[in-house]
């Protein structure tokens, strides 16, 4: 199993980045994927998810209102759209994929991710 992250570069605060994540080597029908990012000396933080059977999503305080979460299930890939980014955002991004637990939710905790894809890089200037 492989989740490849892209789409990290540089840009201006207030600038916008769309990040993919491409899933190998199985189906995620009943998973969620989600975006998680950790900046220099802090804690891995969660970003967005979206269900990959229905779509749906949920996101982090710090991202809700500039970020859009959106899966291509014939592409098998996750896009994260980052819009209005600001200086704060800079941090290292990476995908992740979980089951349910047992209360049928979707865990936001980075320990409780069964696979991780490499991070992709961030950076916003001032």
């Known amino acids: 199993v492989q989740l490849q992250a892209s789409g990290g570069g540089l840009v201006q605060a207030g600038g916008s980045l769309r990040l993919s994540c491409a899933v190998s080597g199985r189906t995620f029908s009943n998973y969620a994927m989600s975006w998680f990012r950790e900046a220099p000396g802090k804690e891995r933080e969660f970003v967005a998810r979206?269900?990959?059977?229905?779509?749906?999503?949920y996101y982090g305080d710090s991202v809700k209102g500039r970020s859009t979460i959106s899966r291509d299930n014939v592409q098998n890939t996750v896009y994260l759209q980052m819009n209005s980014l600001k200086p704060e955002d800079t941090a290292v991004y990476y995908c992740?994929?979980?089951?349910?637990?047992?209360?049928?939710?979707?865990?936001?905790?980075?320990?409780?991710?069964?696979?991780w894809g490499k991070g992709t890089l961030v950076t916003v200037s001032s």
């Open positions: 979206i269900t990959w059977s229905g779509g749906i999503t």
């Open positions: 992740a994929a979980t089951g349910r637990s047992r209360d049928g939710s979707y865990s936001r905790v980075p320990n409780d991710m069964a696979y």
